[in-house]
């Protein structure tokens, strides 16, 4: 066999493909780019802090950051640094959630929303609002996050209860028809109440304007905790990358790395969806471009996807500052464009990996 072709073998005979076999980057490729990566992060954080619909000038927003005092009508620290804030932990929760949940599935075309997150976010926020009428900020978030919470343990009873949590199809199953339940109430909810309707409008777009920093240390919690499973998932999510009764072969044990995988997409995506809202794409689109940088191995791809989501909603969020003037258009709207275009990309050069 010559170095560098893939053969396959047919019934009459063995055909060479002229498909180049994929190189795998060296640790220091791999560490450059993470360091890339949390500069490009860094420059998206300071257009952040910088760029707004608010022209103020550099000198000022520098000045304002050092003296609060100094801030002129408080939009500094009143819009641009919590906004900033939660977009890094937003990005980085939503970018490594879609990395472990195609780890876990193999399908390329997964994210996060599958396992119900979202809706039961939703759904939670919107009976808060028609049954409660409540719509402060820290009861908003608690119940997104307990209806996260309570949505994927649903998936994962009902995927137990068929062919088990061995194989990831059962959960992807499961996770679309519950979304689809949890999605249908949610819609007869909002349309039989104005007010609620209202309420859910303004907190389905998915954005970051008008959010303060109120909760989050509470979301911040959660983030954390999902962010250990995702840590403690690694090793089994490279072996499952092997297929599933390879990394059976192993001495992999498969329910567990199910349920540590599924507790880190749920911890993360609820702690994103409870601040800001649905946000798609980010989960979708950021792991396929960290794996063309730093390969297939969770180690680094976490890391990359987390980075990559944290920059990629920051510099969509101050896009959507500047092009909607002062009616500023929402970075749940800006994404589905960028993140849409950015993935028909990716897949019109056939650079989606084969999980």
């Not at 560098?4 to 220091?28: E, N």
């Not at 389905?204 to 008008?210: F, N, R």
Request: proline share 4%.
């Amino acid at each position: 066999m010559r170095q560098g072709y893939a053969y396959t073998v047919h019934p009459d005979t063995i055909q060479r493909s002229a498909t180049q076999a994929p190189r795998r980057p060296s640790p220091l490729t791999r560490a450059v780019v993470i360091v890339v990566l949390a500069l490009v992060t860094l420059l998206a954080t300071v257009l952040s802090l910088l760029l707004g619909s608010n022209l103020i000038d550099v000198g000022a927003v520098i000045g304002a950051l050092l003296d609060p005092a100094n801030d002129p009508g408080a939009v500094v620290w009143g819009s641009r640094v919590p906004r900033t804030v939660l977009g890094l932990m937003v990005g980085f929760c939503l970018g490594i959630a879609g990395a472990v949940m195609q780890g876990q599935t193999r399908n390329p075309l997964a994210d996060p929303g599958i396992f119900g997150v979202s809706a039961g976010a939703s759904l939670a926020v919107v009976i808060g609002v028609y049954v409660l009428g409540t719509s402060s900020v820290i009861t908003t978030l608690l119940l997104a996050l307990a209806g996260a919470l309570v949505a994927s343990v649903v998936v994962f009873g009902v995927a137990a209860l068929g062919r088990g949590l061995t194989s990831p199809v059962p959960l992807a199953i499961a996770g679309t028809a519950v979304t689809a339940l949890l999605v249908a109430i949610t819609s007869y909810l909002v349309l039989s109440d104005e007010t609620t309707l209202a309420a859910y409008r303004i907190w389905v777009v998915g954005s970051l304007s008008g959010r303060t920093l109120d909760g989050a240390g509470a979301a911040a919690l959660f983030a954390l905790a999902g962010l250990v499973f995702a840590v403690a998932n690694v090793r089994s999510l490279n072996s499952l990358a092997l297929g599933t009764e390879l990394a059976h072969g192993l001495g992999e044990n498969l329910v567990r790395a199910r349920i540590v995988g599924l507790l880190a997409i749920t911890l993360l995506t609820a702690s994103a969806v409870a601040i800001t809202g649905p946000i798609g794409f980010i989960g979708l689109t950021a792991p396929h471009i960290a794996r063309r940088f730093v390969g297939g191995d969770h180690q680094w791809l976490l890391p990359a996807s987390g980075l990559i989501g944290a920059a990629l909603l920051l510099l969509c969020d101050v896009i959507g500052r500047m092009i909607g003037g002062n009616a500023e258009v929402p970075v749940g709207v800006v994404l589905a464009v960028v993140g849409g275009i950015a993935f028909i990309v990716i897949v019109r050069r056939g650079k989606v990996a084969t999980l």
